[in-house]
């Protein structure tokens, strides 16, 4: 029911196709979370920046507590960073992908776990996290940072997606204590969040 699974410290994944099939546009099965990554590691990399390594991270679905996710980090995994991935949509950027059964993601990134990035400040490094039926980003943990993001949007930060069900919440907070959304170290640290169903934060 995962994709990948990750166990161990300073692991990369770049330009993955994950959870959908090789057109980019269509769920590839029954796959219930993208990226798993539990226990006390450290220095993980999903995605870097460049336009070689985005990865394509949509249509997993499930119904419990810990499925439907694009990434999940859990425990203390500290240090990991997410940057520059396309997250709910398919690789066009603007249109979202159903799952197997016909439903969608339900969380693009959930994090419940301190001190990993979302993002980043140097062009290209931000994610897109739309098209996700209840969270582009969901944090239950402390002192992790959300640079550059596009969440709600298509991915070229302008224009709404072509998704007749929007994500519920651009990013939605459980616990977050120290945690920072955008900053004023560049513009590129500027989230763009705009489009989602009910709240953007």
Not at 98 to 127: D, L
């Amino acid at each position: 029911d995962r994709a990948i699974y990750i166990n161990g410290d300073n692991n990369q994944i770049l330009g993955c196709y994950i959870g959908v099939d090789i057109t980019g546009t269509t769920s590839g099965g029954y796959t219930q979370t993208g990226i798993y990554m539990t226990a006390n590691y450290f220095n993980n990399k999903i995605g870097d920046g460049t336009a070689a390594g985005v990865n394509l991270i949509s249509g997993n679905e499930g119904a419990g507590a810990t499925t439907g996710m694009g990434i999940y980090i859990t425990a203390s995994m500290q240090l990991t960073t997410i940057k520059g991935n396309i997250i709910g949509l398919q690789k066009n950027g603007i249109t979202n992908v159903a799952s197997a059964s016909g439903a969608f993601q339900r969380y693009g990134v959930y994090v419940s776990s301190g001190s990993n990035t979302i993002g980043g400040t140097v062009a290209g490094e931000g994610n897109v996290l739309s098209g996700n039926d209840v969270a582009g980003i969901l944090i239950d943990g402390s002192s992790n940072l959300v640079y550059g993001n596009r969440i709600g949007t298509a991915a070229d930060g302008l224009s709404l997606t072509s998704v007749a069900d929007k994500q519920d919440y651009g990013i939605q907070f459980l616990t977050g204590a120290g945690t920072t959304v955008g900053g004023d170290i560049t513009t590129n640290a500027r989230n763009i969040i705009s489009g989602n169903g009910l709240y953007g934060v």
